[in-house]
C-alpha cells in the first residue's frame, strides 16, 4: 500500500549547522510532497512543498529536493536558530481525488544554542 | 490569517462513551479532511468529506466512526463507543478549491482523546 518512511526520528544540531531530513515514499502516482512543522501545542503548519515537475526548490534558509526515479525527498534548513526546533513531517500525495496526504513517521528537530 | 480550529484541545472519556471532536475549517474551503496520529506513530488518514458526503475513508474508519457538517461552519468527527486504542491526537485540515491553494491542507492544533 502506500507508504512514506522518513529519517531521522530525532535530529539534534548545533545552532548555525545544517539539517537534513530525509523522506522515501512508495507510490508512483504521487507528484505533491509537502513539508510541515510542527511546534508545541499547534497544528502542522506547511513550511515548504514540491511538485514532482520540479528538482529543487528553495525558500530562504529551507530547501526541499525531489528525486523521483528513486522515490526520494529531503528537506534541508540551514544556519538553524533554536526557533528551528520542532517536529517535522513531510508528506506525499496525488494531486486527484480526494487529495488525502500520506504523512511520514516525524522528525524531532533540537536546535541546541 | 485563517486557520483551522479545533475543540477541545484535550478530551478524556471512559471506554464505551461517545465522543464529538468538533473543527472550524476555514471559512471559504469546501474540503475537510480528519487524520489522528497515535502516540509516537505516523499521521494517518481517516476520512476526506466535501459536497456533505464522504468521498475517500481509511480502512480505521470504521461504523464506529461518522462526520458531519451539521451547519456552514463546523465538521465533527463523531466516535460512537471509544475504545482504549482510539486514544490519539486528532488533527482536522481543510483545504481550498482555486489556484495553488486547492493543493494545501491546513490543520488546526488538534484535540487529544485519551480513552480510560
Known amino acids: 500500500g502506500e507508504n512514506v518512511e522518513q529519517h531521522p526520528s530525532t535530529l539534534s544540531v548545533q545552532e548555525g549547522d545544517s539539517a537534513v531530513i530525509k523522506c522515501t515514499y512508495s507510490d508512483s502516482a504521487s507528484n505533491y510532497f509537502p513539508w510541515y512543522k510542527q511546534e508545541l501545542g499547534k497544528g502542522p503548519q506547511l513550511i515548504i512543498d514540491i511538485r514532482s515537475n520540479v528538482g529543487e526548490k528553495k525558500d530562504q534558509r529551507i530547501a526541499v529536493t525531489l528525486n523521483k526515479t528513486a522515490k526520494h525527498f529531503s528537506l534541508h534548513i540551514t544556519e538553524t536558530q533554536p526557533e528551528d526546533s520542532a517536529v517535522y513531517f513531510c508528506?506525499?500525495?496525488?494531486?486527484?481525488?480526494?487529495?488525502?496526504?500520506?504523512f511520514g513517521t516525524g522528525t524531532r528537530l533540537k536546535v541546541l544554542a | 490569517e485563517p486557520e483551522v480550529t479545533q475543540t477541545p484541545s484535550h478530551q478524556v472519556t471512559q471506554m464505551g462513551q461517545e465522543v464529538i471532536l468538533r473543527c472550524v475549517p476555514i471559512s471559504n474551503h469546501l474540503y475537510f479532511y480528519w487524520y489522528r496520529q497515535i502516540l509516537g506513530q505516523k499521521v494517518e488518514f481517516l476520512v476526506s468529506?466535501?459536497?456533505?458526503?464522504?468521498?475517500?475513508k481509511s480502512e480505521i474508519f470504521d461504523d464506529q466512526f461518522s462526520v458531519e457538517r451539521p451547519d456552514g461552519s463546523n465538521f465533527t468527527l463523531k466516535i460512537r463507543s471509544t475504545k482504549l486504542e482510539d486514544s490519539a491526537m486528532y488533527f482536522c485540515?481543510?483545504?481550498?478549491?482555486?489556484?495553488?491553494?486547492?493543493?494545501?491542507?491546513?490543520f488546526g492544533a488538534g484535540t487529544r482523546l485519551s480513552v480510560l
Open positions: 508528506a506525499a500525495n496525488r494531486l486527484s481525488g480526494t487529495y488525502k496526504y500520506i
Open positions: 468529506f466535501y459536497n456533505n458526503e464522504i468521498s475517500e
Open positions: 485540515a481543510s483545504r481550498g478549491i482555486a489556484g495553488v491553494a486547492k493543493n494545501i491542507q491546513y
